[in-house]
Protein backbone atom coordinates (compact mmCIF):
# COMPACT_ATOMS: atom_id res chain seq x y z
CA UNK A 1 0.00 0.00 0.00
CA UNK A 2 1.35 3.42 -0.93
CA UNK A 3 2.45 5.73 1.92
CA UNK A 4 0.40 8.83 2.72
CA UNK A 5 3.45 11.34 3.10
CA UNK A 6 7.39 10.81 3.02
CA UNK A 7 10.25 12.14 5.61
CA UNK A 8 13.27 13.06 4.98
CA UNK A 9 15.59 13.92 8.19
CA UNK A 10 15.31 11.90 11.07
CA UNK A 11 16.74 13.67 13.93
CA UNK A 12 14.65 13.82 17.51
CA UNK A 13 12.20 16.15 15.52
CA UNK A 14 11.47 14.21 12.53
CA UNK A 15 11.36 11.03 14.32
CA UNK A 16 9.05 12.00 16.83
CA UNK A 17 6.38 13.64 14.27
CA UNK A 18 7.11 10.20 12.27
CA UNK A 19 6.10 8.35 15.34
CA UNK A 20 2.68 10.88 16.12
CA UNK A 21 1.76 10.73 12.07
CA UNK A 22 1.55 6.21 12.44
CA UNK A 23 0.27 7.11 15.58
CA UNK A 24 -3.20 8.43 13.57
CA UNK A 25 -3.41 6.39 11.28
CA UNK A 26 -1.09 7.82 8.55
CA UNK A 27 1.31 6.16 6.60
CA UNK A 28 4.84 7.30 6.08
CA UNK A 29 7.83 6.27 4.64
CA UNK A 30 11.29 7.73 5.49
CA UNK A 31 14.93 8.78 4.25
CA UNK A 32 17.90 9.99 5.91
CA UNK A 33 21.17 10.66 4.29
CA UNK A 34 23.09 8.51 6.96
CA UNK A 35 21.18 5.26 5.97
CA UNK A 36 21.92 3.71 9.45
CA UNK A 37 20.29 6.36 11.28
CA UNK A 38 16.52 5.01 9.43
CA UNK A 39 17.21 1.64 9.80
CA UNK A 40 17.47 2.12 13.43
CA UNK A 41 14.86 3.90 13.91
CA UNK A 42 12.40 1.84 11.99
CA UNK A 43 13.60 -1.30 13.41
CA UNK A 44 13.71 0.36 17.14
CA UNK A 45 10.98 3.31 18.26
CA UNK A 46 8.85 2.47 15.07
CA UNK A 47 8.87 -1.49 14.95
CA UNK A 48 5.27 -2.08 14.49
CA UNK A 49 4.04 1.02 13.01
CA UNK A 50 2.87 2.62 9.50
CA UNK A 51 6.25 2.99 8.91
CA UNK A 52 9.02 1.69 5.96
CA UNK A 53 12.63 3.30 5.61
CA UNK A 54 14.14 3.66 2.12
CA UNK A 55 17.74 3.79 2.06
CA UNK A 56 17.54 6.05 -1.57
CA UNK A 57 15.45 9.06 -2.08
CA UNK A 58 14.30 7.80 -5.24
CA UNK A 59 12.53 4.66 -3.76
CA UNK A 60 11.05 6.75 -0.26
CA UNK A 61 9.18 8.98 -3.32
CA UNK A 62 8.28 6.04 -5.12
CA UNK A 63 6.70 4.64 -2.26
CA UNK A 64 3.96 7.49 -2.11
CA UNK A 65 0.68 7.82 -2.99
CA UNK A 66 -0.35 10.62 -5.37
CA UNK A 67 0.09 13.55 -5.42
CA UNK A 68 3.09 12.65 -3.51
CA UNK A 69 3.84 14.52 -0.06
CA UNK A 70 7.15 14.94 1.03
CA UNK A 71 8.39 16.76 4.15
CA UNK A 72 11.32 17.93 5.21
CA UNK A 73 13.14 17.73 8.83
CA UNK A 74 16.59 18.79 8.16
CA UNK A 75 18.87 22.05 9.38
CA UNK A 76 17.39 25.09 7.76
CA UNK A 77 19.59 27.38 4.88
CA UNK A 78 21.85 25.53 2.40
CA UNK A 79 20.78 21.77 3.73
CA UNK A 80 17.05 22.54 2.75
CA UNK A 81 18.25 23.64 -0.61
CA UNK A 82 20.80 20.45 -1.17
CA UNK A 83 17.50 17.98 -0.60
CA UNK A 84 15.77 19.84 -2.71
CA UNK A 85 18.50 19.41 -5.30
CA UNK A 86 18.00 15.47 -4.95
CA UNK A 87 14.38 15.30 -4.06
CA UNK A 88 12.85 18.00 -7.24
CA UNK A 89 13.85 16.09 -10.05
CA UNK A 90 11.97 13.01 -8.84
CA UNK A 91 8.63 14.63 -8.04
CA UNK A 92 5.90 15.18 -10.78
CA UNK A 93 3.08 18.16 -10.67
CA UNK A 94 1.01 18.83 -8.34
CA UNK A 95 2.98 16.94 -6.12
CA UNK A 96 3.99 18.69 -2.52
CA UNK A 97 7.10 19.18 -0.14
CA UNK A 98 6.62 20.66 2.84
CA UNK A 99 9.51 22.21 5.14
CA UNK A 100 9.12 21.41 8.76
CA UNK A 101 11.80 23.70 9.44
CA UNK A 102 12.98 26.86 10.69
CA UNK A 103 13.51 28.90 7.96
CA UNK A 104 14.02 32.64 7.04
CA UNK A 105 10.64 33.68 5.36
CA UNK A 106 12.66 35.21 2.05
CA UNK A 107 14.03 31.45 1.88
CA UNK A 108 10.57 30.12 1.48
CA UNK A 109 9.22 32.60 -0.80
CA UNK A 110 11.86 32.00 -3.15
CA UNK A 111 11.37 28.09 -2.76
CA UNK A 112 7.87 28.85 -3.09
CA UNK A 113 8.54 30.54 -6.94
CA UNK A 114 11.16 28.18 -8.18
CA UNK A 115 9.27 24.56 -7.19
CA UNK A 116 5.69 26.35 -8.99
CA UNK A 117 8.11 26.94 -12.53
CA UNK A 118 8.08 22.95 -12.53
CA UNK A 119 4.92 22.83 -11.02
CA UNK A 120 5.57 21.79 -7.71
CA UNK A 121 3.76 23.28 -4.63
CA UNK A 122 6.09 24.19 -1.43
CA UNK A 123 4.84 25.00 2.04
CA UNK A 124 6.68 26.47 4.71
CA UNK A 125 5.06 24.97 8.02
CA UNK A 126 6.53 26.04 10.91
CA UNK A 127 6.84 23.95 13.78
CA UNK A 128 6.69 24.27 17.65
CA UNK A 129 6.41 22.45 20.80
CA UNK A 130 9.98 20.79 20.74
CA UNK A 131 10.48 17.07 20.74
CA UNK A 132 7.45 16.66 23.31
CA UNK A 133 5.52 18.29 20.97
CA UNK A 134 6.60 16.81 17.66
CA UNK A 135 5.64 13.24 19.38
CA UNK A 136 2.63 14.54 21.34
CA UNK A 137 1.43 17.08 18.80
CA UNK A 138 2.37 20.55 18.46
CA UNK A 139 1.22 24.00 16.92
CA UNK A 140 1.54 24.12 13.31
CA UNK A 141 1.82 27.32 11.13
CA UNK A 142 1.66 26.36 7.49
CA UNK A 143 1.88 28.65 4.43
CA UNK A 144 3.00 28.62 0.76
CA UNK A 145 1.95 27.26 -1.75
CA UNK A 146 -2.65 27.00 -1.40
CA UNK A 147 -3.15 24.98 -3.92
CA UNK A 148 -1.12 22.42 -1.30
CA UNK A 149 -3.38 22.97 1.70
CA UNK A 150 -6.06 20.85 0.75
CA UNK A 151 -3.75 17.66 0.40
CA UNK A 152 -1.67 18.53 3.61
CA UNK A 153 -4.19 19.53 6.18
CA UNK A 154 -6.06 16.10 6.85
CA UNK A 155 -2.38 14.68 8.10
CA UNK A 156 -0.94 18.38 9.64
CA UNK A 157 -4.67 18.78 11.32
CA UNK A 158 -4.32 14.83 12.71
CA UNK A 159 -1.08 15.48 14.39
CA UNK A 160 -1.40 19.17 15.91
CA UNK A 161 -2.17 20.07 19.37
CA UNK A 162 -5.59 20.52 20.46
CA UNK A 163 -6.85 23.37 22.37
CA UNK A 164 -9.25 23.03 24.88
CA UNK A 165 -11.81 24.30 22.96
CA UNK A 166 -11.27 20.80 21.11
CA UNK A 167 -9.62 23.15 18.19
CA UNK A 168 -6.88 22.02 16.41
CA UNK A 169 -3.79 23.79 16.91
CA UNK A 170 -3.11 24.29 13.00
CA UNK A 171 -3.93 27.02 10.56
CA UNK A 172 -3.56 27.69 7.09
CA UNK A 173 -1.63 31.13 7.19
CA UNK A 174 -1.10 32.58 3.74
CA UNK A 175 1.06 32.40 1.02
CA UNK A 176 4.73 32.45 0.36
CA UNK A 177 6.48 32.51 3.47
CA UNK A 178 3.89 33.42 5.89
CA UNK A 179 3.85 30.22 7.77
CA UNK A 180 7.74 30.41 8.61
CA UNK A 181 7.18 34.24 9.04
CA UNK A 182 4.50 33.75 11.73
CA UNK A 183 6.81 30.78 13.49
CA UNK A 184 9.89 33.42 13.18
CA UNK A 185 7.81 35.68 15.33
CA UNK A 186 6.44 33.47 17.44
CA UNK A 187 10.26 32.73 18.38
CA UNK A 188 10.96 36.02 18.72
CA UNK A 189 8.30 35.97 21.57
CA UNK A 190 9.84 33.33 23.09
CA UNK A 191 12.92 34.44 23.69
CA UNK A 192 11.47 37.46 25.02
CA UNK A 193 8.81 35.36 27.22
CA UNK A 194 12.84 33.49 28.67
CA UNK A 195 14.28 36.63 29.47
CA UNK A 196 11.19 38.29 31.58
CA UNK A 197 11.08 35.09 33.56
CA UNK A 198 15.26 34.94 34.33
CA UNK A 199 15.32 38.41 35.33
CA UNK A 200 12.46 37.23 38.20
CA UNK A 201 14.73 34.87 38.78
CA UNK A 202 17.63 36.73 39.07
CA UNK A 203 15.39 39.39 41.09
CA UNK A 204 14.33 36.83 43.51
CA UNK A 205 18.29 35.12 43.59
CA UNK A 206 19.69 38.14 44.89
CA UNK A 207 16.60 38.54 47.44
CA UNK A 208 17.98 35.55 49.08
CA UNK A 209 15.84 32.76 48.15
CA UNK A 210 16.05 29.55 48.22
CA UNK A 211 16.02 27.19 44.37
CA UNK A 212 13.13 25.19 46.21
CA UNK A 213 11.47 28.68 47.60
CA UNK A 214 11.94 30.39 44.46
CA UNK A 215 10.06 26.79 42.81
CA UNK A 216 7.67 27.56 44.63
CA UNK A 217 6.33 30.94 43.69
CA UNK A 218 6.87 29.86 39.81
CA UNK A 219 4.28 27.20 40.78
CA UNK A 220 1.56 29.86 42.58
CA UNK A 221 2.25 32.12 39.70
CA UNK A 222 1.33 29.40 37.30
CA UNK A 223 -2.28 28.68 38.72
CA UNK A 224 -2.85 32.59 37.94
CA UNK A 225 -2.41 34.79 35.16
CA UNK A 226 0.50 33.94 34.22
CA UNK A 227 -0.18 30.33 33.92
CA UNK A 228 1.89 29.32 30.74
CA UNK A 229 4.61 26.15 29.72
CA UNK A 230 7.53 28.43 30.03
CA UNK A 231 6.96 29.51 33.56
CA UNK A 232 5.34 25.77 34.46
CA UNK A 233 8.77 24.50 33.17
CA UNK A 234 10.76 27.29 35.31
CA UNK A 235 8.98 25.47 38.52
CA UNK A 236 10.26 22.27 38.00
CA UNK A 237 13.90 23.52 36.83
CA UNK A 238 14.45 25.12 39.70
CA UNK A 239 13.53 22.32 42.10
CA UNK A 240 15.58 20.10 40.39
CA UNK A 241 18.35 18.74 41.93
CA UNK A 242 21.04 16.13 40.81
CA UNK A 243 21.59 12.19 42.76
CA UNK A 244 23.67 13.85 45.53
CA UNK A 245 21.26 16.46 46.42
CA UNK A 246 22.83 19.47 44.91
CA UNK A 247 20.93 22.22 42.91
CA UNK A 248 21.03 21.23 39.15
CA UNK A 249 20.48 25.23 37.83
CA UNK A 250 23.46 25.80 39.86
CA UNK A 251 25.81 23.93 37.82
CA UNK A 252 25.08 25.38 34.58
CA UNK A 253 26.96 28.11 32.88
CA UNK A 254 24.83 31.38 32.79
CA UNK A 255 26.10 31.81 28.41
CA UNK A 256 22.59 31.28 26.90
CA UNK A 257 22.39 30.15 23.01
CA UNK A 258 20.60 30.65 20.54
CA UNK A 259 19.85 29.45 16.48
CA UNK A 260 19.27 32.62 14.69
CA UNK A 261 15.48 32.87 14.70
CA UNK A 262 14.88 35.65 17.57
CA UNK A 263 18.23 37.76 15.50
CA UNK A 264 15.99 37.20 12.26
CA UNK A 265 12.51 38.96 14.22
CA UNK A 266 14.64 41.69 15.33
CA UNK A 267 16.36 42.43 11.91
CA UNK A 268 12.98 41.75 10.15
CA UNK A 269 11.23 43.88 12.62
CA UNK A 270 13.85 46.86 12.51
CA UNK A 271 12.94 46.67 8.41
CA UNK A 272 9.28 46.82 9.00
CA UNK A 273 9.77 50.18 11.23
CA UNK A 274 8.05 47.96 14.27
CA UNK A 275 9.52 48.81 18.16
CA UNK A 276 9.86 44.90 18.60
CA UNK A 277 12.18 46.21 21.81
CA UNK A 278 11.45 43.36 24.12
CA UNK A 279 12.72 40.55 21.17
CA UNK A 280 15.64 43.22 20.51
CA UNK A 281 16.69 42.90 24.40
CA UNK A 282 16.45 39.43 24.44
CA UNK A 283 18.99 38.43 22.02
CA UNK A 284 21.09 41.38 23.05
CA UNK A 285 20.92 39.85 27.17
CA UNK A 286 22.07 36.24 25.51
CA UNK A 287 24.81 37.89 23.36
CA UNK A 288 25.70 39.63 26.37
CA UNK A 289 25.64 36.19 29.07
CA UNK A 290 28.09 34.28 26.43
CA UNK A 291 30.64 36.68 27.04
CA UNK A 292 31.17 35.08 30.33
CA UNK A 293 35.42 36.09 30.05
CA UNK A 294 35.09 39.08 29.68
CA UNK A 295 32.06 39.60 32.46
CA UNK A 296 34.70 38.35 34.89
CA UNK A 297 37.19 40.60 33.71
CA UNK A 298 34.89 43.41 33.92
CA UNK A 299 33.75 42.93 37.22
CA UNK A 300 37.23 43.66 38.62
CA UNK A 301 37.64 46.90 36.77
CA UNK A 302 34.03 48.51 36.75
CA UNK A 303 32.46 49.74 39.72
CA UNK A 304 28.49 49.38 40.81
CA UNK A 305 26.33 48.59 43.82
CA UNK A 306 26.64 45.61 44.75
CA UNK A 307 23.17 43.97 45.04
CA UNK A 308 21.78 43.54 48.29
CA UNK A 309 17.83 43.56 47.95
CA UNK A 310 17.43 41.39 50.88
CA UNK A 311 13.58 41.99 51.37
CA UNK A 312 12.71 43.64 48.09
CA UNK A 313 11.28 43.78 45.69
CA UNK A 314 7.75 41.99 46.68
CA UNK A 315 6.47 38.89 45.22
CA UNK A 316 3.78 40.52 43.94
CA UNK A 317 5.65 43.54 42.74
CA UNK A 318 7.53 40.78 40.50
CA UNK A 319 4.76 39.30 39.71
CA UNK A 320 2.88 42.36 38.57
CA UNK A 321 6.15 43.77 36.42
CA UNK A 322 6.91 39.91 34.70
CA UNK A 323 3.47 39.58 33.51
CA UNK A 324 3.00 43.71 32.32
CA UNK A 325 6.54 43.34 30.66
CA UNK A 326 4.62 39.85 29.15
CA UNK A 327 1.63 41.56 27.77
CA UNK A 328 4.08 44.44 26.10
CA UNK A 329 5.94 41.69 24.39
CA UNK A 330 3.41 39.92 22.75
CA UNK A 331 1.59 43.13 21.73
CA UNK A 332 5.03 43.71 19.58
CA UNK A 333 4.84 40.56 18.26
CA UNK A 334 1.27 41.33 16.83
CA UNK A 335 2.05 44.59 16.30
CA UNK A 336 5.03 43.29 14.09
CA UNK A 337 2.40 39.96 12.27
CA UNK A 338 0.15 42.56 11.11
CA UNK A 339 2.65 45.23 9.83
CA UNK A 340 4.16 42.06 7.58
CA UNK A 341 0.70 40.77 6.74
CA UNK A 342 -0.03 44.42 5.06
CA UNK A 343 3.66 44.40 3.31
CA UNK A 344 3.42 41.50 1.85
CA UNK A 345 -0.49 41.28 1.23
CA UNK A 346 -0.72 37.95 3.51
CA UNK A 347 -4.16 38.52 5.23
CA UNK A 348 -2.79 36.93 8.36
CA UNK A 349 -5.68 36.31 10.87
CA UNK A 350 -4.46 37.49 13.82
CA UNK A 351 -6.85 35.87 15.93
CA UNK A 352 -6.35 32.24 14.84
CA UNK A 353 -2.86 32.49 15.05
CA UNK A 354 -3.26 33.40 19.03
CA UNK A 355 -5.31 30.57 18.61
CA UNK A 356 -3.19 28.12 17.47
CA UNK A 357 -0.78 29.11 19.78
CA UNK A 358 -2.76 28.64 22.91
CA UNK A 359 -1.36 24.62 23.08
CA UNK A 360 1.58 22.26 21.89
CA UNK A 361 4.02 26.14 21.63
CA UNK A 362 6.21 26.66 23.73
CA UNK A 363 4.92 29.80 24.27
CA UNK A 364 1.33 28.82 25.21
CA UNK A 365 -0.39 30.45 27.95
CA UNK A 366 -3.41 31.03 29.33
CA UNK A 367 -3.66 34.55 28.30
CA UNK A 368 -3.82 33.47 25.03
CA UNK A 369 -6.95 33.01 25.08
CA UNK A 370 -7.75 36.67 26.21
CA UNK A 371 -5.60 37.44 23.15
CA UNK A 372 -7.60 35.75 20.82
CA UNK A 373 -10.71 37.56 22.10
CA UNK A 374 -9.57 40.72 21.77
CA UNK A 375 -8.38 40.16 18.38
CA UNK A 376 -11.99 38.68 17.46
CA UNK A 377 -13.87 41.56 18.92
CA UNK A 378 -11.18 44.26 17.09
CA UNK A 379 -9.31 42.80 14.20
CA UNK A 380 -7.88 46.10 13.30
CA UNK A 381 -6.49 47.41 16.43
CA UNK A 382 -3.60 49.41 16.74
CA UNK A 383 -2.31 47.41 19.35
CA UNK A 384 -2.73 44.79 22.09
CA UNK A 385 -1.99 47.33 24.80
CA UNK A 386 -5.09 49.50 23.80
CA UNK A 387 -7.44 46.53 24.25
CA UNK A 388 -9.63 46.56 27.11
CA UNK A 389 -8.54 43.65 29.37
CA UNK A 390 -4.90 44.05 28.99
CA UNK A 391 -5.14 48.05 29.47
CA UNK A 392 -6.47 47.90 32.69
CA UNK A 393 -4.57 44.87 33.45
CA UNK A 394 -1.27 46.89 32.39
CA UNK A 395 -2.56 49.60 34.98
CA UNK A 396 -3.10 47.51 37.65
CA UNK A 397 0.27 46.29 37.26
CA UNK A 398 2.13 49.55 37.00
CA UNK A 399 3.20 50.64 40.71
CA UNK A 400 4.58 47.14 41.04
CA UNK A 401 6.28 47.44 37.29
CA UNK A 402 7.79 50.48 38.31
CA UNK A 403 8.76 49.51 41.86
CA UNK A 404 10.79 46.61 40.63
CA UNK A 405 12.51 48.65 37.85
CA UNK A 406 13.57 51.10 40.39
CA UNK A 407 14.99 48.64 42.94
CA UNK A 408 16.56 46.79 40.11
CA UNK A 409 18.41 49.71 38.52
CA UNK A 410 19.06 51.15 41.78
CA UNK A 411 21.04 47.61 43.21
CA UNK A 412 22.82 47.65 39.84
CA UNK A 413 20.61 44.40 38.89
CA UNK A 414 20.38 44.31 34.76
CA UNK A 415 16.78 44.36 33.86
CA UNK A 416 16.49 45.01 30.30
CA UNK A 417 13.61 43.18 29.43
CA UNK A 418 11.53 45.00 32.59
CA UNK A 419 12.97 48.17 31.79
CA UNK A 420 12.75 48.28 27.75
CA UNK A 421 8.91 47.08 28.31
CA UNK A 422 8.10 49.81 30.41
CA UNK A 423 10.27 52.41 28.16
CA UNK A 424 8.17 51.26 25.47
CA UNK A 425 4.59 51.49 27.23
CA UNK A 426 5.52 55.30 28.41
CA UNK A 427 6.79 56.47 24.84
CA UNK A 428 3.60 54.77 23.51
CA UNK A 429 1.69 56.49 25.57
CA UNK A 430 3.00 59.70 25.05
CA UNK A 431 1.75 62.55 23.01
CA UNK A 432 5.06 64.24 22.91
CA UNK A 433 7.90 63.27 22.20
CA UNK A 434 11.50 64.65 21.23
CA UNK A 435 12.03 63.35 17.85
CA UNK A 436 11.04 66.84 16.93
CA UNK A 437 14.76 67.61 18.34
CA UNK A 438 16.24 64.58 16.25
CA UNK A 439 14.56 65.75 13.45
CA UNK A 440 15.91 69.27 13.81
CA UNK A 441 19.07 67.71 14.26
CA UNK A 442 18.90 65.78 11.35
CA UNK A 443 17.60 68.92 9.04
CA UNK A 444 20.80 70.67 10.45
CA UNK A 445 23.66 68.43 9.46
CA UNK A 446 21.80 66.60 6.71
CA UNK A 447 18.85 68.65 4.78
CA UNK A 448 16.76 65.69 5.63
CA UNK A 449 13.66 68.17 6.52
CA UNK A 450 10.83 67.70 8.99
CA UNK A 451 7.38 67.74 8.96
CA UNK A 452 5.70 70.64 11.18
CA UNK A 453 2.71 70.72 13.60
CA UNK A 454 0.85 73.13 11.62
CA UNK A 455 1.58 71.64 8.18
CA UNK A 456 -0.05 68.09 6.55
CA UNK A 457 1.79 64.93 7.54
CA UNK A 458 4.11 64.26 4.17
CA UNK A 459 5.03 67.44 3.68
CA UNK A 460 8.59 68.66 4.53
CA UNK A 461 10.34 71.59 5.49
CA UNK A 462 14.12 72.61 5.55
CA UNK A 463 15.40 75.53 7.70
CA UNK A 464 18.53 77.27 7.06
CA UNK A 465 20.07 76.76 10.47
CA UNK A 466 23.31 78.54 10.07
CA UNK A 467 22.12 81.63 7.58
CA UNK A 468 19.38 83.59 8.54
CA UNK A 469 17.36 80.93 9.47
CA UNK A 470 14.44 81.10 6.80
CA UNK A 471 12.43 78.18 6.33
CA UNK A 472 11.59 76.46 3.06
CA UNK A 473 9.51 73.18 1.66
CA UNK A 474 11.99 70.49 1.09
CA UNK A 475 10.97 70.44 -2.80
CA UNK A 476 12.06 73.98 -3.15
CA UNK A 477 14.97 73.96 -1.27
CA UNK A 478 16.29 70.51 -3.18
CA UNK A 479 15.76 71.75 -6.71
Same mark, same amino acid.
Given at each position: MAADIGLVGLAVMGRNLVLNMARNGIEVAVHNRTTSRMTDFVDGEAAGATVTGHAELADMVAALSSPRIVMLMVRSGPAVDAVLGGLVPLLDEGDIVIDGGNADHVDTQRRCDELAERGLHFVGAGISGGEEGALNGPSIMPGGSPEAWPHVEPILTAIAAVADDGRPCCEWLGRGGAGHFVKMVHNGIEYADMQVIAEAYSLMSH???????? /?EVFARWNEGALQSFLVEITAAILGHATPDGEATLDSILDAAGQKGTGRWTAMYGFELGQPVSLIAEAVIARAVSALVDERGRAAEILAGPTPDLTDEPSEDDLRDALYASK?? /?? !??? #???????SREHGWELDLAA? !? /??? *?????? &? !? *? #??DDIASALTERPDIDSLLLADGFAADLSDAQRGWREV? &??GVAAGVPLPAYSSALAFYDGYRTT?????????? &? %?? #?? !????? *?? %??? &??DDFHTDWIGDGAQSAVESYSA
Open positions: RGLTNTEM /SIV /SY !AQG #FSMLAAAI !A /SIW *RAGCII &R !A *R #FLV &RIRLPANLIQAQ &R %DY #FG !AHGYE *RL %DGV &RG
